[in-house]
């Protein structure tokens, strides 16, 4: 292998793109120029995307203050009310970026499903697996990858859950 595409090949690993490949998933990668507080809407339009089919990944966590992640549409927001009856929760509200860092291993704008330092469960919103391919993050800032949305329920054993709410 040449030194340029050990160097390339290694720019683009995480740890969630370990995961993927480790796991045989097929994925495409995404990279575009991260802005602070851009969110999806911004790397929707970055890469040409319809900001619905970009998922994000929220850390968040119970009443006793146990993380669990969600995957919503980029477009939407989570309806913490719904997810909390849901998932049998008294309430559920976003963690800390210090605190989502510490249990993801990522940071806050990087945040992926994928190769999480933390075991946690995992929700998506439904609607999302009527997608025929959703962009979520790689595992680092300004880096999404391109899979089929039931990759969540293989590899993560993602619940489905209904608490979307429109932007």
């Known amino acids: 292998m040449s030194k340029k595409s050990a160097k390339s090949a290694h720019v ?3 740890p969630a ?3 993927l490949r480790a796991q045989g998933v097929a994925f495409t ?3 575009y120029e991260y802005v602070e507080h851009g969110g999806t809407s911004h790397s929707a339009a970055s890469l040409g995307l319809d900001e619905h089919c970009v998922v994000k990944t929220l850390v968040m966590q119970d009443q006793d203050a146990k993380p669990l ?7 939407c927001k989570v309806s913490t009310k719904n997810l909390a009856r ?3 929760a008294k309430s559920v509200e976003p963690c800390k970026p210090d605190v ?3 249990h993801s291993g990522y940071l806050l704008g990087g945040t992926s499903p994928f190769g999480t330092r933390r075991q946690m469960p995992v929700y998506i919103e439904q609607s999302i697996l009527e997608l025929p391919r959703i962009a979520i993050n790689g595992g680092r800032r300004g880096f999404l990858v ?3 949305p039931r990759v969540c329920l293989d590899l993560l ?3 489905p859950v209904q608490c979307a709410l429109a932007e």
Do not use: F, K, W, Y
């Open 17 to 19: 793109t370990q995961m």
């Open 29 to 31: 990668e995404h990279p």
């Open 157 to 159: 054993q993602a619940q």
């Open 12 to 14: 683009s690993e995480t």
């Open 146 to 148: 391109q899979i089929d």
């Open 100 to 102: 989502a860092n510490r």
């Open 86 to 88: 849901q998932i049998g």
């Open 69 to 75: 992640i969600v995957l919503m549409h980029g477009d």
